[in-house]
């Protein structure tokens, strides 16, 4: 079963509007990533967060994670029809190992 | 990501082959991992492992098995192909969080 699952599922916007894609999660968690995968290719990391980390940032990415409330929002500035393509959230788990649980995606079309 | 390869890329083969597919990484990661993608419902972990001598299964383990061959190479095979096994499989590797993927192989089951 999922532990993120991502919202919406789909996002359509026009080029320079800003994208702001959400995910929740169930149990604890020691990181959330999100990653991008363009049509049919492998993923590409675009960000980390840690459990102990409220916001991050990284170019046009903003990242937030509140874990009270078990859930996590990727804000994507100025999008550009490049931006296009499938975003994932996932959530690393509490125990030594570094695997990953993957969300559904949410499909975003940036209109140009 | 170049750095980790997967082949074939794509693979038509029928209901009860015995199918291979491999991914070679020159990143140097002691973990490697192999995905299975369904439209609709993201990425699933099939098997697992941190170091050559350590395999574990992950959440659709049914029906595929894996070696870990050296560091740089972990293979997943299909004993008896069936088609609700079609999907877009992906390799990835990770030294600590962030996990690196293959291009994917297609393969579809007939």
């Known amino acids: 079963s999922q532990q993120g699952e991502e919202d919406p599922q789909a996002l359509s916007i026009q080029e320079g509007e800003n994208a702001t894609m959400n995910c929740s999660y169930k149990t604890s968690i020691n990181n959330l990533q999100w990653y991008r995968q363009n049509s049919g290719r492998g993923l590409v990391h675009l960000i980390l967060i840690r459990s102990n980390e409220r916001e991050k940032h990284s170019g046009r990415l903003r990242v937030t994670l509140d874990t009270s409330k078990k859930s996590s929002s990727l804000l994507i500035t100025a999008s550009r029809a490049a931006d296009t393509a499938s975003y994932f959230c996932a959530t690393g788990d509490t125990g030594a190992n570094s695997k990953l649980t993957f969300g559904k995606g949410i499909t975003l079309s940036v209109r140009p | 990501d170049a750095d980790v390869t997967q082949t074939p890329r794509n693979r038509i083969t029928k209901t009860g082959k015995r199918i291979m597919l491999e991914c070679s990484q020159t990143k140097g990661h002691d973990r490697m991992y192999w995905y299975r993608q369904d439209p609709g419902l993201g990425l699933r972990l099939i098997y697992y492992s941190f170091d050559v001598k350590d395999i574990n299964k992950g959440e659709i383990s049914d029906g595929y098995s894996v070696s870990r061959q050296a560091q740089a190479k972990f293979s997943l095979s299909l004993e008896s192909a069936i088609p609700n096994q079609t999907a877009l499989y992906f390799c990835?590797?990770?030294?600590?969080?962030?996990?690196?993927f293959g291009p994917g192989t297609r393969l579809t089951v007939l």
């Open positions: 990835a590797t990770s030294e600590l969080a962030t996990q690196y």
